[in-house]
């Protein structure tokens, strides 16, 4: 059996590519220089994969931005006000993928979105009326003959053209359909210049095959690809999916001339059925993904072997990763913290290489026998230690009754009403305020043992009562401390969680140069010790007004991490949920009335089909929400905070969580949700974002009295709170006060007129 892998971490090792990028922006160094750490990287690359035994490497899966942009670029989507700037090609690309602004013009970047049920997030390409689909770029074969030339034949990887035309947006009349045509001949075009290259195989991704697909879509796909197939010529081909099963999709797909079929059999739940149901044809080799290019554990020999016994009846196998494995840490080798012990569990991407050597090693000898099998299973043996009886019973005891907040909602408000005695359209931020450099720097200091506890302490409180001082000063209603001790909204809590581990060097991209270090849940969760209520108390002794606590909700806690695999995600943020509960009853009893459980990132998990989505998900993410708050007093407000706007599709789902109050980011959508909220009449009180806190930029009091005034034509008033989109971490301090000021000055106006 031969090996191959989608994709691999092109950020690098040491996050070289963000930081050369990053210098580039800052115009320290050169694009020239910029290109060659390019090249750097990526022949270092592949010369690991090379090593590592990999028969299958690709190429065209390094970017120095996004590989959707890329391929857009390849092709000539790039909307006329980016070409009317006359820019290098590649400012032009980073024109696209970050905005521009300087003496060419002004323009804004392209939207961006999470790609498919991943933290990485791709630039949406952007196809206008006239947008001519044609192959004008090279950078797909300039890979291709760097690599040759370095002695090395990979194998190109590109998007395929019905994903990257259900992925775009459509700026004029025209759809999809209007530019197959078009599609066609440039990918034609494209493999007629790889097979003059000699290229043997190009990967074609089409993930969109696991959606959710009509029957109308499926014959699109498959008239797209008789077509273009009927082009290829002597090159192979192989269509490769990812995140989910083809099930709306398999039988054209198997039967069009595709010379392999790339397969996920670690998130395609139902992809050996379809196999054993609709059979493989022989003629085509069966890309088989069995590493998970997602998580961070060790592949399991044992199980997999028995699925690949399964799999094998069905034609020639080849190993691969379910998806990229962009999406995982590079190597495990820099983590000097963790103990070998635990370590011994873990298989980041280089270690995931070695997984798929491993195992076609052990499938060419027959006896099964090698060392590498029975280390294996002898890990997989061992009882994991940091199992918590206590916890286990808690869960055990749950009953339907603590899941269920009571008093009832209506009755919640009313009694809130009579004890907060707050303004019509109160008004409130969503928590963060400026991480200055010496707040970071203060952090920084006090990790690294240069100050002591009790400095770091002193300084954090200080810019409490400086942050508490301004908001009583502007006259917000409702105030916050801060967050100024918080690295972010996760690793934070988990530092207080047992069960937790962190990684030093363990970043995976989430998009352009940023990159996330999820933190690993490693055991069973429970709070060791309370986490934000001596700050919460100490900012509520400085004012008369309702200080509201600030925590994480456990959806958005387990969506940040790394999570286990031997027990359910259920399980496990019903863990998390009982942890976060004690540190709400404990705000409570230290005269918290109100306290806001973040939920930023409840939508990013919810599966990519929607006859999953209450099954596998909001059947125990909503009720897990509610689990953390159910048992606070009838007077004690709990809001929740969402960081996106489209949850128009599970709206109920959200009224469902029984907070007293929510905020989300509203003002870049044109506040597009109201209509939801409206049509199923939301029970909960709303704060949509009045405005943008992604940019600099300061609203006038005008604007965000217009914004409330829109607010107000779809919302009830007294269900109203005015309030940013979001945290106000990421901006500086000026704007930061201009915006505020601005925002109450606009309530109070508001307030005076009706
Ligand atoms: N309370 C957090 C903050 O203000 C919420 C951040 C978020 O929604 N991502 O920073
Ligand atoms: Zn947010």
Not at 262 to 282: A, Q, V, W
Not at 322 to 349: I, M, R, Y
Not at 481 to 499: A, C, I, P, Q, T
Not at 689 to 702: E, F, N, T
């Amino acid at each position: 059996m031969k090996t191959s892998i989608i994709g691999f971490p092109r950020v690098g090792e040491s996050r070289e590519l963000k930081f050369a990028t990053e210098r580039y922006f800052r115009k320290e160094i050169t694009a020239d220089e910029l290109e060659a750490t390019g090249k750097e990287l990526r022949n270092k690359h592949w010369q690991l994969l090379v090593d590592q035994g990999i028969d299958f490497i690709p190429s065209g899966d390094f970017s120095f931005f996004d590989t959707t942009l890329d391929t857009a670029i390849l092709l000539n989507i790039v909307p006329t006000k980016y070409q009317a700037l006359k820019l290098t090609p590649l400012e032009t690309y980073f024109a696209l993928a970050r905005g521009y602004q300087g003496e060419e013009g002004d323009v804004t970047a392209l939207a961006m979105k999470k790609w498919f049920n991943t933290n990485y997030h791709y630039m949406v390409p952007e196809i206008e009326d006239d947008t001519e689909l044609k192959l004008v770029g090279d950078q797909i074969f300039r890979s291709f003959d760097e690599a040759k030339e370095a002695g090395i034949i990979t194998r190109p990887t590109i998007l395929g053209p019905f994903t990257l035309l259900k992925l775009a947006t459509y700026q004029g009349s025209k759809r999809a359909g209007d530019f197959y045509e078009a599609a066609i001949l440039a990918y034609a075009q494209i493999f007629e210049k790889l097979s003059e290259r000699d290229c043997e195989w190009l990967q074609i991704d089409e993930p969109a095959l696991v959606l959710d697909l009509s029957p109308i879509e499926v014959k699109q796909f498959k008239a797209l690809y008789q077509k273009l197939l009927a082009k290829k010529g002597n090159l192979n081909i192989v269509a490769q999916t990812y995140f989910g099963d083809v099930r709306d999709a398999y039988q054209e797909l198997v039967e069009l001339p595709f010379d392999g079929i790339g397969l996920d059999f670690i998130e395609g739940r139902k992809t050996l059925s379809l196999l054993e149901t609709y059979g493989f044809p022989k003629d085509k080799l069966l890309f088989a993904g069995i590493i998970n290019g997602k998580n961070i554990w060790k592949n399991n020999y044992q199980q997999t072997l028995a699925l690949l016994k399964k799999i094998k009846p069905f034609g020639e196998v080849v190993l691969n990763t379910s998806c990229s494995l962009l999406h995982v840490p590079f190597t495990l080798d820099n983590e000097s913290t963790l103990s070998k012990d635990v370590k011994d569990h873990f298989a980041f991407a280089v270690e995931k290489l070695a997984e798929l050597n491993d195992l076609k090693k052990i499938m060419a000898d027959n006896d099964g026998n090698q060392v590498f099998l029975r280390e294996n299973r002898a890990l997989f043996d061992q009882e994991r230690f940091s199992k918590n009886e206590q916890v286990a019973k808690r869960i055990k005891a749950l009953t339907e009754k603590d899941f269920v907040r009571l008093p009832a909602l209506m009755k919640r408000a009313v009694v809130q009403k009579d004890k907060l005695k707050l303004p019509i359209l109160p008004t409130t931020t969503i928590g963060s305020f400026p991480q200055t450099k010496e707040v970071k720097q203060n952090r920084a200091k006090f990790k690294k043992g240069e100050i002591s506890e009790y400095e770091y302490k002193v300084f954090n409180q200080a810019k409490i009562a400086e942050c508490i001082a301004f908001q009583e000063e502007i006259g917000l209603d409702v105030l916050v401390h801060g967050e100024f001790e918080r690295n972010d909204m996760v690793e934070y809590f988990g530092e207080s969680l047992d069960g937790y581990l962190f990684t030093e060097k363990a970043w995976v991209q989430s998009y352009g140069t940023r990159c996330v270090k999820p933190p690993i849940i490693w055991g069973d969760i429970s709070r060791s010790k309370p986490i934000t209520v001596a700050y919460s108390k100490y900012a509520q002794t400085l004012t008369e007004k309702p200080m509201k606590g600030m925590l994480t909700g456990p959806v958005t806690i387990l969506n940040w991490s790394f999570p286990r695999e031997d027990i359910s995600l259920r399980e496990s943020t019903l863990q998390l949920a009982l942890a976060i509960q004690e540190e709400v009853l404990d705000l409570e009893a230290n005269g918290i009335g109100i306290i806001q459980i973040d939920e930023a990132a409840l939508r990013e998990k919810l599966p990519l089909r929607k006859s999953d989505w209450h099954s596998e998900y909001l059947d125990w993410a909503i009720p897990a929400f509610r689990l953390v708050h159910s048992k606070v007093q009838p007077t004690t407000q709990i809001h929740t905070h969402m960081c996106y706007s489209e949850f128009a599709d599970i709206i109920q789902d959200i009224d469902n969580m029984d907070a007293d109050v929510i905020s989300f980011e509203a003002s870049r959508s044109n506040l597009d949700i109201l209509d939801a909220l409206k049509a199923i009449d939301f029970q909960t009180q709303v704060g949509p974002g009045v405005y943008d806190i992604h940019s600099p930029r300061v609203p006038s009091v005008k604007e965000i009295e217009a914004t409330i005034h829109n607010i107000l034509k779809k919302l009830p008033i007294e269900k109203v709170w005015v309030n940013p989109d979001c945290g106000l971490k990421t901006r500086g301090v000026p704007e930061t006060q201009a915006s505020l000021k601005n925002l109450t000055l606009a309530a109070k106006k508001v307030r005076g007129g009706v």
